[in-house]
């Protein structure tokens, strides 16, 4: 069962590529003849209608992908397919389809303390998979002559790619893992870039730089840092990967209009790394007991149902983090409010006509959910297309049909989960 939307928004991390009219899978990131290269990349991109403008068609060319590609890393592949070690000096081929694959390739695991190429560990650091590269830098549309501020360089790429379209003096990029910054200017000087690299908290922005005209986010934010909004010119964008406490991410396009606050949609799917500082501390005893009930509405309605619901859900709940979790043995939605002092989960059968709820705390978060999601179906279960989000004083909040109608509280936590939502483990 997958999640729909209505505004054809068909594209589901972690999901198997689809066959081909044949019934083939497509293992895109195997090369089909001849050695890989920036050219067979940028042409896949075209095809498949993540590359549309031509000005990030001769960026790719000038920043190839294989000069930000570390040594040894953790090769996923976009859209699905099993993920695998790269390793140059024992492998050099398979290493260089790696950095003209549409795959990510984890280039840091727990902040530096783990060994990337074994697949184990939190992924802290990484070289993104070139579509959603591309789509973001689509979305983003920087114009002549704009001044870029991109939040988590990363391997340099991202900026390597902004400097070839607008010059390497227009954009400044932050990163907070100094370790990870040495490696991104190595990377920059051999591929001839030298765009303005600052080590440092990526909340703050860099005011001394300030105004810019484009904020480039390449990490997951649940809460917008006000510093952006006040480092960015009046009519400036504030692309991002949102990345809710319950729920699936969405990429957000934020105009800034002047008064402190950024108003925008959203613009299909995204799910990120999060910001160093906005990290979930976890569900904590996902077993923990509470007081029994039952209902009868299915999680996989609430957690898998529409991305429409997810904004709808994060918006009214925004201190309830939620994501799907395997209970003593069942599959569940477990929840947790922003205090740590409620809790909650339904777990799922297949066959049942009811299922069971745990909750215990100050609140009843299932309840509360389970009316967060009722009141959804009453507006008619829109699309993700019909929410957008307005960044101001009151906190980021999201709004319906229109920027004057916010929906839920003000505010939110300051750190979102990968929450699973887009796997079929049910």
């Known amino acids: 069962m997958g999640k729909h939307d209505n505004n054809g928004d068909t594209h589901r991390p972690g999901q198997p590529i689809p066959p081909d009219k044949k ?40 920043a190839p992908r294989h000069l930000f590609a570390p040594d040894r890393g953790w090769c996923v592949p976009d859209g699905g397919g099993a993920a695998f070690a790269i390793d140059r000096s024992a492998d050099p081929e398979r290493w260089r389809e790696a950095a003209y694959a549409d795959a990510a390739i984890i280039t840091q695991v727990d902040d530096g303390a783990g060994d990337p190429a074994s697949g184990q560990g939190a992924w802290t650091s990484s070289l993104s998979a070139p579509g959603a590269v591309v789509s973001f830098l689509e979305l983003l549309a920087p114009r002549d002559h704009d001044r870029v501020l991109e939040i988590s360089t990363g391997t340099g790429w991202t900026a390597a790619l902004l400097s070839s379209r607008l010059g390497a003096g ?18 920059l000087r051999e591929a001839g870039f030298a765009p303005d690299l600052v080590v440092g908290d990526g909340e703050e922005g860099v005011p001394a730089r300030a105004p810019f005209d484009r904020v480039h986010v390449t990490c997951g934010v649940t809460v917008l840092p006000p510093s952006w909004i006040e480092q960015t010119r009046p009519g400036g964008v504030i692309l991002f990967p949102w990345m809710p406490s319950f729920g699936d991410g969405h990429k957000a396009r934020l105009t800034v209009t002047g008064d402190g606050r950024a108003i925008g949609r959203f613009h299909g799917s995204a799910d990120y790394m999060m910001l160093r500082s906005q990290r979930s501390p976890g569900f904590g005893d996902l077993g923990r007991d509470g007081d029994e009930t ?47 002092t409620s809790w909650a989960r339904c777990s799922y059968r297949a066959g049942a006509d009811d299922f069971p709820v745990v909750q215990g705390g100050e609140r009843r ?40 109608n916010v929906i839920g509280g003000g505010g939110a936590r300051r750190y979102g989960v990968t929450s699973g939502m887009g796997r079929e483990w049910w």
Request: hydrophobic fraction near 40%; charged fraction near 35%; charge should be positive.
């Open 23 to 62: 019934g083939r899978r497509q293992h895109r990131w195997r090369r089909k003849e001849g050695e890989v290269t920036a050219s067979e990349l940028v042409r896949r991109l075209r095809d498949g209608g993540d590359l549309r403008g031509p000005e990030w068609e001769r960026a790719m060319h000038a």
């Open 170 to 187: 227009r954009v400044t990029s932050l990163e907070v893992d100094a370790r990870v910054a040495e490696r991104a200017a190595a990377n």
């Open 294 to 340: 039952r209902t009868r509405l299915d999680p996989r309605s609430v957690t898998r149902g529409s991305y429409g619901a997810d904004v709808a859900i994060a918006g009214m709940l925004p201190d309830v983090l939620g994501g799907e979790r395997i209970v003593r043995g069942r599959p569940s939605l477990v929840l947790v409010d922003e205090a740590g």
């Open 365 to 404: 978060l299932w309840d509360e959910v389970e009316a967060a999601y009722l009141r959804w179906v009453g507006w008619g279960s829109p699309g993700r297309d019909r929410f957008g989000l307005v960044a101001g004083p009151e906190g980021l909040r999201v709004w319906f049909e229109r920027p004057s």
